[in-house]
């Protein structure tokens, strides 16, 4: 039975509509491209992209992109996403509900700071745009930026690793040798820098270098990613990193592990006791 056939009824074959799948007995296609011929061709990284964002990826542009997904996977317990994927672990749950309780935590706070990247450098972008030069558009969208925003800026400084986030020098550096082969502007990569500048000024010289959220946004507005889709995408990384900390914890035979040892209670702040 042809798919056209299966579909006579058009209220029912409309219920759905989408771009990204054509789906019948026997067919299976992605985008227009059936599944067959792209087995084998395209990296899993060229296939996140191509049934997102609907397009294929250059090998150096796919090479970037999969830079971005690999470099934040896991940052250990210290984490809430993976500490929580190993504490639903020893409740007993299946991977599924512990990759899902620990997804559930990326927001805005853990997990965001990408996305509200893309966004800053958007921002400062759009002042170039309006005839600033790139230190004029940088310290104009910083102001602006801060009076809506706080003083907070997603993608700058990092609590644990200092002076330098060890994986954004990597890639930086990536994205400089995309620059130069033509394969991105460059543009975002010295917006990036020049914000390091900038906060370095306001700080009398003390350094507030990207970290990672920051150096992946680099290359996600790069790319010209959405900034929505830059959450979605670290979701899709992190994601590995839970699966990896979920499995690892199951295989330990522990059972109801809370976040603090048994032997540390928390303080109590509220009304005492009068007995």
């Keep these: 039975m042809s798919h056209e056939k ?16 054509e789906m019948a007995p026997g067919i299976i296609r992605f985008r227009g491209q059936p599944v067959q011929d792209l087995i084998g061709k395209f990296s899993f990284a060229q296939m996140i992209w191509y049934m997102v964002l609907g397009d294929e990826l250059s090998p150096a542009k ?43 935590v990326l927001g805005d706070a853990h997990g965001g700071a990408g996305e509200q990247c893309v966004e800053l450098f958007e921002f400062v972008n759009s002042k170039k745009k309006d005839g600033l030069s790139l230190e004029e558009a940088t310290r104009t969208g910083l102001d602006e930026y801060i009076v ?44 990036g820098r020049q914000i390091e500048k900038e906060l370095a000024d306001r700080r009398g010289g003390r350094s507030v270098p990207m970290n990672v959220d920051g150096s992946t946004a680099v290359i996600y507005a790069e790319l010209g990613v959405p900034a929505p889709l830059a959450r ?28 603090i040892p048994r032997d540390y209670l928390p303080t109590y702040t509220g009304k005492k006791f009068e007995g």
């Design 148 to 191: 809506e925003h706080g003083k907070y800026l997603p993608g700058y400084g990092h609590r644990f690793h200092k002076p330098v986030d060890p994986r954004t020098p990597v890639l930086m550096k990536m994205v400089d040798e995309a620059a130069k082969q033509g394969e991105v502007s460059g543009d975002y990569a010295a917006i």
């Design 62 to 104: 796919a090479k970037l992109f999969e830079a971005s997904l690999v470099a934040p996977v896991d940052h250990g317990p210290q984490a809430p996403s993976i500490a929580i994927s190993r504490m639903a672990s020893t409740c007993g749950i299946g991977l599924n509900n512990a990759m899902a309780s620990a997804i559930n």
């Design 6 to 21: 299966m579909n006579t009824n058009k209220g029912v074959s409309d219920w759905w509509s989408t771009d990204i799948i």
């Design 232 to 259: 979605g995408f670290f979701c899709l990384s992190r994601s590995v990193g839970i699966l990896a900390h979920a499995w690892e914890q199951s295989q330990q035979n522990v059972r109801n592990k809370g976040p």
